[in-house]
């Protein structure tokens, strides 16, 4: 005889930590309010997905374990390969439903389908009658554990009177603590922060408490994990247990069908489908939990095949149900406090899923069942009547959840002894998983249409009723079994668990088989038959783009009229008038509009306001609500596929009138900079023009005045005549050096000069410029010194422009050596590539600062001298005769210490290298 | 009558001496500055009843001693003839804007020179 726990002991762990979970909510919900989020991990969302493990996972798999070896693998490797291979899958399931502000599945399945009100309420029901088995299920592991634990035996006494059976004051129970959870009120984006965080800290507590019994029972009643598969193998009964194939022919079939079932139910499961996209904080999580979720799923199940072999092995006597080794055992070597510790965990995994499920139907059948029959029934008045709404919602969501829980409890009083749990979870998988084929294809496949999901599902759960739920209701009891055995009016090959004779599949798998193919079947043949209406095509393009569209270039499908009063009035219904107003004033600034009065009905708006009502009320119904206040137009497929086509266009467009404004702007720039260029060239040349006025006035007006003297006076003494003379005819000759020289500058600068090139025989040259300039030095009292090398190549070049080089050098030089006492040498030097000349001269040099004017055009340097006044444009030349042939003229830094005195240079390549424009 | 004296102001040692002679020629007493500063000095110094200005100076432009003679109260009566090889109206426009009497442009007409000269000696200048 095992021992037991006190009643009031179990019941009051049990609400202490109900209410531990509560208070964790509540932490939570204010977190989030303070906006520093609790839940936006990637482990906590991981660990919200294992809501997936239920009071099945206690009970159910070891029971399976324990039959079938093996068998209760599947379940857990589904979510695992989904997880692993497809989270893109799930990847995109979110940002689909962010985009569209989705809440449930019902919704997502409804939306994607043209947000069909009979899709979205079909699927409704299909989930409500999915998970009451479930539910029912859930009541009874905590019901029968509770009997286990307090009475020592775990079978019921069948048929309790409601007021005496503990499984309903559980399921009271769990829906008030649902409500608390789920419902207290209502959030447009329906998302439960401090749920989500329960629920990752019940998912701790189930797998603790799993890993603290699997570890007692390998360590602690046996030696070991080899201890207790050696003992198993040691007896034959459990040996088969070991093996992987089992349950004869079609083995592989059944382990194919089961994980592609489990598969299946890890996405559309209406828990998980809360849990992992609408409660999703972050895309990026989903690839931190595509490893997490499996590694949790791997450590709860790590001592399932432990316990199951090694309660068969303790308890060899057999009478022990296998479902409840997780309590028996601990129980039976006195460990009170871990089965307490189990049993926790285990009304923690039933809890979890039962709220959250709970809140997730509870949400469907008050945004697609309730609201629109109110709707339908104008029992929510017309536009008159602003504020019952949100409370009626609520009530409505309350009522759903306990109202589920007791249809739970109906169906555990009706057919839950007949199966065994592990049966029930499986029967309600299969009738979800109805949904995969209609949401799967509905996300890729752009040609899916509204009839084609409703014939899909319509048939799919048909075939489920028909294969595997009338079955089960028939196997309790309440039903005739004869049409089980020999087929409805005795037509054999219509056998609900054996359809067109397909034999030696277990009815689930062979439920699962037809049920799937069936669905899939009508789904693409009647989407293929019926082109789509236009708000499917639109609904459909959104989906399955998801990724490729950004939200800002998504076209709007939407043509018609509408009233922005009343769409405003609308909003403020169902969302409230302080929300309505902060929407509508965002609005407005993004459309860059400053009073929200001037907002225009336009299709944009009319889809923002649909945007914004589906978060709160669901798309089917915020379809029906917006339509109600606008005057539309039906659009067709074909009107869709004009529109996506202008908007692309649209796109393509303004593309090209971007690249074309970028273009234009930067030849704009070029032309700015080019006008830049011209005004300056102008400058200069106005400059240049009026200083070759001023030097050419400048000479003429001596000789005008002094020759006007002689003119008109014939008095004038000899001597100043004489004077006069002379300084007319030395104006003269400046004013035509000076002529001359502005003519070669206008010549060299246009390019217009004759080059006439030939090999120069340098020192003859030097020594010619000597001879030229020999008067010039001798009267300004100096001498001039050459050094040249005895052999120098031949230079090729123009000797007449570097005669005129080196005869203004000279002259320079000249000009400012000191009078009696000038030296100017005259040096040059070959190196590989060129020649060098250098002149200097012992004048005071150039003066610091000067270096760069003197190559400025009429620079004058030092004041005129008597005998020859400079023109200032000797330099200039020279710079563009010597640049002409590629070579450079400067003038020489003065060396530290050196005497003072000017030294110009020159360099040459021996054959010229002419610049590109002005080669002759 | 007390003999008139006039100040030469220009670099251009040839043009100076042609205006030297020209001017002695006439009577008048001739003084002679071949800078800016030079210039304004010979104005402050001597008080010349009439200055021959050149415009391209070294030191100080004919500009800029036309402004500081206008600008300084003791020597603001001096008649200013200015003359430039710049001829464009905006330097001659610019000339006259800082005071000067009048303004001729290089290369000039001799006997055009005296008779100015003469017309703005004998008139007087408040």
Known sequence: MTAMLPAPLVIGTSLAYLLLLVGVAYWADRRAAARRSVIARPWVYALSMAVYCTAWTYFGSVERAATGGMWFLPIYLGPTLAMVLGWTVLRKMIRIAKTHRITSIADFIASRYGKSQLLATLVTLVAVVGIVPYIALQLKAVSSGYALLTSGSAVAPAHLHWSQDSAFYVAIALAGFAIVFGARHLDTTERHEGMVAAIAFESLVKLAAFLCVGVFVVYGLFGG???????????????????????GAYSWARWMGLMVLALCAALVLPRQFQVMVVENVHEDHVRRASWMFPLYLLLINLFVLPIALGGLLYFSGGEHNPEHFVL?????????????????????????????????????????????????????????????????????????????????????????????????????????????????????????????????????????????????????????VGFLTAGPWGVAWLRPESLWGLQGLDSLTHSLFWSLLINCAAYVIVSLWRAPSGREASQALLFVDVFRRGTAQTPVFWRGRADAAELKRLCERFLGVEKTRELWRSYAKEAGLIADQALVPDARLVQFVEAQLTGAVGSASARVLVASVSDEEALSQGDVLVMLEEASQLRSYSRALETKSRSLEQATSELRSANEQLKSLDRLKDDFMSSVTHELRTPLTSIRALAEILQGDAEVPPQQRQRFVDIIVQETERLTRLVNQVLDMAKIESGHIDWRLADIDVRALLEKAMATTAALLSDRGAEMELDVPQTLPLLHADPDRLLQVLLNLISNAAKFVPPQGGHVQLRARADGQGLTVCVQDNGPGVPAGHEHLIFDRFHQAGGPTPGGQGTGLGLPISHH???????????????????????FCFWLPWQPAFSGDTAP | MTQKKILIADDEPNIVVSLEYLLQREGYAVSIARDGQQALDAIAREAPDLVLLDVMMPIKSGFEVCASVRGDAALAHTRILMLSAKGRDTDLAKGMALGADDYMTKPFATRELVARVAEMLAKDRP
């Open chain 1, 328 to 480: 028996s055992l601990p129980m039976a070597a006195g460990q009170n406090a871990l089965a307490l510790f189990v049993f926790i965990g285990g009304l923690s995994a039933a809890t979890g899923m039962v709220i959250v499920e709970t809140v997730a139907v509870s949400t469907m059948v008050s945004n697609e069942l309730a609201l629109p029959l109110l709707l339908r029934l104008r029992l929510l008045g017309t536009a008159h009547q602003p504020r019952d709404f949100t409370r009626s919602l609520l009530m409505i969501r309350r009522a759903a959840i306990v109202g589920v829980l007791l249809l739970g409890y109906l169906y555990f009083q009706l057919a839950g002894d007949a199966y065994a749990l592990a049966s029930i979870g499986l029967i309600s998988f299969a009738a979800v998983a109805q949904f995969a084929p209609v949401l799967l294809g509905g996300m890729y496949w752009r040609g899916g249409t509204r009839a084609g999901a409703l014939a899909g599902l319509i048939m799919g759960f048909g075939v489920w009723v028909y294969t595997l739920m009338l079955p089960s209701i028939a196997k309790s009891g309440w039903l005739d």
């Open chain 1, 225 to 247: 994990l080899g201890d207790i598969f050696s003992q198993a193998r040691a007896r034959p009964e459990l040996a088969d247990l070991l093996h992987a194939e089992q349950g």
């Open chain 1, 881 to 903: 005769i010597v640049a002409h042939f590629g070579g450079r003229l400067w003038l020489e830094p003065p060396a530290p210490g050196a005497p003072p005195g000017a030294c």
